[in-house]
C-alpha cells in the first residue's frame, strides 16, 4: 500500500544535522554540493545495520535509481518483491512496477501485475504512459460575457467602468458576479444603476451567482433601520429575477415600514430563467490553482523561477507527474528551497511523482515540509 500523504506541521524544526536524511524533522538549508557524494557514488549503497529490511531496500532502490544505476535498481527491486510480498513490501512492488513502466518494459510489467494480484489479493496498477496530461478544453465563453471583479462596493470603479463599457458594446448582457465576496450600500446603488441604464437602453442583462450575492445582501439590512436602502432595493431586484415571490412581497412590506415610503411592485414577465454556471469565474479559479511543473529526468536541477512562483501560491503546489528521475542535488536544492515556504505557514504539496521519486524524496526529508501526494493506480 503506498505510504499515506503526510500530515502538515505548524512549523518546520530548525536545529537539525544537515545530513541527517533518516530524520522525521524538516532539514536546515545546506549547500546542493553536500549532496553531490551521494549522488555521484557508484556501486553498492549501505544502509544502516538495525534498518527494518523492507526500509533498507526501499531506501537503497530509491538512491540507487536516483543514481542513474538501472541495473543495479533493477536487479535489488526484482529480488526484494520475492522476499518482500505482503503488507509494507508493497511499496517496493509499487517501485518496480514504475521501474519497468518508466523503462517501457511491458512484459514484465505485465508479469508482475499477475504476481501482485496473486500475493495481494487486488488490481495491479494500470499501465500508463509518462506523458503531461492534455489540458481539458475551456468553454465557449457566450458573447457579451463580463466577470465582476473584487467585491460589489462603491469604491470599485474599474469593476463598474468594465460594466459600463460592455453595455454599450453588448445588446445582451451577462454579468458574472460569483467572486463577489462583501457588498456595501453605495456599490448596491450602482448596481441598480447599470440594470436600470440596460433597461433603458432596452438591452438584456443576465446576473450569475444571485443565490449568493442576495445572501450578502440579507445580511446588510433589517426591518426598521433606515439604512441600507440600496441593499433593499437590490435583493428586491434579485427576489424578483429569481422567482421568489413570498419573499419579495414580504420584503416590500418591511420596506414600506421601514423607509415609509412604496416598494417596487412584482412582476411576473421580468422572473428570469434558470441561472447557468458561470464560465470565466470557473476559467480564472482553474488559473488560480496552477502548479509548478518540472519535467524529465532532474539532474543537478536549480529550479529556476520556483523562488517567484512560491511567493504568488499559497498553497505552493508542483506537479511531479512527468518528473521521471531526481538526483540527490536536485532533491537537495528543492528541500531548501521549499523549507523558508514552510516556515512562511504556506502548505506545500508535490503531486503525482513516480514511487521511484516519491521514495527519494522521502530518504531526504523532503516529507517533513511537503505534502507528497502520490498518484492513484
Not at 532502490?61 to 522476499?83: K, P
Not at 467602468?161 to 458594446?169: V, W
Request: charged share 25%; aromatic share 8%; proline share 7%.
Amino acid at each position: 500500500m503506498a505510504p499515506p500523504p503526510v500530515e502538515d506541521k505548524a512549523e518546520a524544526p530548525k536545529d537539525l544535522a544537515p545530513l541527517d536524511f533518516t530524520s522525521s524533522k524538516a532539514l536546515s538549508p545546506v549547500s546542493p554540493s553536500e549532496f553531490s557524494d551521494l549522488s555521484e557514488t557508484p556501486g553498492e549503497i549501505h544502509v544502516e545495520g538495525d534498518m527494518d529490511p523492507i526500509e533498507a531496500d526501499i531506501e537503497q532502490a530509491a538512491v540507487l535509481y536516483a543514481n542513474a544505476q538501472d541495473e543495479a535498481t533493477r536487479a535489488l527491486l526484482e529480488n526484494a518483491v520475492h522476499v518482500h510480498h505482503f503488507g509494507p513490501g508493497e511499496r517496493l512492488w509499487l517501485m518496480l512496477f514504475d521501474f519497468y513502466r518508466l523503462n517501457n518494459q511491458h512484459a514484465p510489467f505485465d508479469a508482475l501485475s499477475m504476481e501482485y494480484a496473486k500475493a495481494f489479493e487486488k488490481s495491479p496498477p494500470a499501465w500508463r504512459n509518462n506523458e503531461s496530461p492534455k489540458p481539458a478544453a475551456k468553454a465557449a465563453v457566450p458573447a457579451g460575457t463580463v466577470l465582476f471583479k473584487g467585491d460589489l462596493t462603491g469604491d470599485n470603479d474599474a469593476a463598474f467602468a468594465a460594466l459600463d463599457a460592455a453595455i454599450d458594446k453588448n445588446p445582451k448582457l451577462r454579468v458574472e458576479l460569483t467572486k463577489v465576496k462583501a457588498v456595501d450600500d453605495l456599490g448596491a446603488e450602482r448596481m441598480l444603476g447599470v440594470l436600470a441604464a440596460v433597461r433603458k437602453k432596452k438591452s438584456e442583462i443576465e446576473l450569475i451567482g444571485r443565490d449568493a450575492l442576495a445572501a450578502l445582501l440579507e445580511a446588510r439590512i433589517e426591518t426598521g433601520r433606515r439604512e441600507e436602502s440600496g441593499c433593499w432595493l437590490l435583493l428586491l431586484e434579485f427576489y424578483q429575477l429569481m422567482g421568489k415571490q413570498e419573499a419579495f412581497e414580504d420584503m416590500a412590506i418591511n420596506y414600506a415600514v421601514t423607509f415609509e415610503m412604496s416598494p417596487p411592485s412584482w412582476e411576473p414577465k421580468r422572473v428570469a430563467a434558470a441561472e447557468p454556471k458561470p464560465v470565466l469565474a470557473l476559467a480564472e479559479s482553474a488559473d488560480e490553482v496552477e502548479s509548478f511543473a518540472p519535467k524529465g529526468d532532474l539532474k543537478a536541477e536549480r529550479f529556476a523561477g520556483l523562488p517567484a512562483f512560491a511567493e504568488k501560491h499559497d498553497p505552493l503546489i508542483l506537479d511531479f507527474s512527468v518528473v521521471t528521475r531526481i538526483d540527490f542535488v536536485s532533491a537537495g536544492t528543492l528541500v531548501n528551497m521549499l523549507t523558508p515556504v514552510k516556515r512562511q505557514g504556506k502548505r506545500v504539496i508535490i503531486n503525482h511523482p513516480n514511487y521511484l521519486v516519491a521514495e527519494l524524496l522521502g530518504v531526504v526529508g523532503l516529507e517533513a515540509v511537503a505534502d507528497i501526494v502520490l498518484a492513484k493506480h
